[in-house]
């Protein structure tokens, strides 16, 4: 499928239809606060999880406390 996006889309809307694509793709991902990125890599038969947090503000996943522009390397979310 193909997604034409034109311009004054605002933030919800772009949430929904991001929501619609990962679902109808069957991607797999990982929910996490606004400005948080997660990225799951496997390294040498093991799973790291990749968490960065790019805003100026603490966040919290799961268990785990991102400081302001944090960025860790753990084994679970």
Do not use: W
Request: net charge negative.
């Amino acid at each position: 499928n193909v997604y034409y996006i034109g311009c004054g889309v605002d933030e919800s809307t772009m949430d929904i239809l991001a929501d619609k694509v990962i679902k109808e793709a069957n991607i797999d991902y990982i929910k996490s606060p606004k400005g948080v990125e997660v990225i799951r890599r496997s390294i040498e038969n093991t799973v790291k999880y990749f968490v960065m947090n790019h805003t100026d503000k603490k966040q919290i996943l799961n268990d785990l406390e991102l400081k302001p522009y944090d960025a860790l390397i753990v084994d679970y979310i």
